[in-house]
């Protein structure tokens, strides 16, 4: 049984993966690099537990089982203290990459850490909680943070072409946005889930549903136009027939080496 309940706990973040592994039309990312994200999404649930911990100790005095209460354990504790280390996560493994070189790339980053993080989670959960929770997880709870990955991954890709591109404002207000943006998914998801009411429950599936298909319909647009999203290195605007970049590989991780290649 525990085997079971070990392989149900892990099976919706694997399809989810393999889902947006071949979304990515343009060059496949190393079967490495995407297992490192998914490790480092795991590991990120280490810090976020101890911000949680910290950042409910500020609770200043709402009850449980109240809206205030939901509000705040919700935004202020689970999608702030997630969502950053998430992020950080995902910056420290995969914005140096030489392999990051189309903006399909963040998605797929993005997507990998927060999978990690939710399989980690779903594994503790799952196996503690039998087999309803591992359905309802894989359902709403592991695929909740696979939306939050591609939001995320959308804006960090954005932030890393115009990073490349040297507009650095343009790059810190979409790296915002990849923190923002998914916090709100993930407050307003959570909020719902500890209201614990008919209503909110009816909502939260609704959200859900709502959410399936506005993060399918992102990941195609964005898998669909990819080819025509590469990064290049000292260009102030998209080229279509200047290629793509070719790296040095001994310096895989030093960007001023990178160039272009036809």
């Not at 998430?86 to 493994?93: C, E, H, N, P, Q």
């Not at 993080?117 to 196996?127: D, G, K, R, T």
């Not at 507009?167 to 500890?194: E, Q």
Request: with cysteine.
């Amino acid at each position: 049984m525990e085997n079971t309940l070990l392989f149900l706990a892990l099976l919706p973040g694997i399809i989810i993966i393999i889902f947006i592994f071949r979304k990515d039309k343009v060059e496949h990312e190393p079967m490495g690099l995407i297992f490192k994200l998914v490790l480092f999404g795991a590991i990120s649930c280490i810090p976020a537990m101890f911000l949680e911990m910290g950042m409910g100790g500020l609770n200043p005095g709402f009850k449980e089982g109240t809206v205030e209460f939901a509000v705040f354990e919700a935004f202020a504790v689970a999608a702030l203290c997630e969502e950053i280390c998430k992020f950080v996560l995902l910056r420290l493994g995969s914005w140096r990459n030489r392999n990051f070189d189309y903006r399909f790339d963040g998605i797929v980053y993005g997507v990998c850490v927060a999978v990690g993080f939710a399989l980690l989670e779903n594994v503790l959960y799952v196996m503690s909680s039998g087999l309803e929770t591992a359905v309802m997880r894989g359902i709403l709870a592991v695929p909740l943070h696979a939306f939050c990955g591609v939001f995320m991954g959308v804006f960090y890709g954005a932030a890393k072409k115009a990073s490349i591109e040297g507009n650095h404002g343009k790059a810190l207000s979409n790296t915002v946005k990849a923190l923002i943006i998914p916090m709100l998914i993930h407050g307003f998801y959570d909020m719902l889930a500890f209201m614990q009411t008919t209503t909110s429950s009816i909502i939260l599936l609704v959200f859900v549903g709502f959410m399936y298909i506005v993060a399918v319909k992102c990941v195609n647009r964005y898998s669909k136009d990819d080819w025509k999203a590469a990064f290049y290195y000292n260009s102030g605007e998209f080229n279509e027939n200047l290629g793509r970049l070719s790296v040095d590989d001994n310096n895989e991780d030093d960007i001023s080496q990178w160039h272009y290649r036809p």
